[in-house]
């Protein structure tokens, strides 16, 4: 049984920088990509970021690229998202997911819908 298992998230206070894991159990992915959204209350899951099995390409969305950044450790099937300097704006579920298609062309990795696995969530709540 795959799970993946997001950490790291909880109450901060605006401006810090913390890192968010997310640990796949069960599975060892070396196709497509994993990602990271999130869900603010009565709003879509968001693409953030993804990053391909071997860790070459990333992807992020414009909104957050400047401040957040993807990366993984394969030895330890674990892929993070370090935020850095954190808004209000920021709180929301963090969910990070593995989508194991291969994507050509533009908006990779970015469809909630692609993705074959999902992790539970980590709230992340940013105090101003």
């Known amino acids: 049984q795959v799970q993946l298992v997001e950490s790291g998230g909880g109450l901060v206070q605006a401006g810090v920088s913390p890192r968010l894991s997310c640990r796949v159990i069960g599975r060892t992915f070396n196709t497509g990509a994993m990602g990271w959204f999130r869900q603010a209350p009565g709003k879509e899951r968001e693409f953030l970021a993804a990053?391909?099995?071997?860790?070459?390409?990333?992807y992020s969305t414009d909104s957050v690229k400047d401040r957040f950044t993807i990366s993984r450790d394969n030895a330890k099937n674990t892929v993070y998202l370090q935020m850095n300097s954190l808004k209000p704006e920021d709180t929301a579920v963090y969910y990070c997911g593995a989508d194991l298609e291969i994507c050509v062309g533009g908006g990779c990795y970015s469809r909630a819908d692609d993705y074959d696995y999902w992790g539970q969530g980590t709230q992340v709540t940013v105090s101003s």
């Open positions: 990053i391909n099995w071997s860790g070459v390409s990333t």
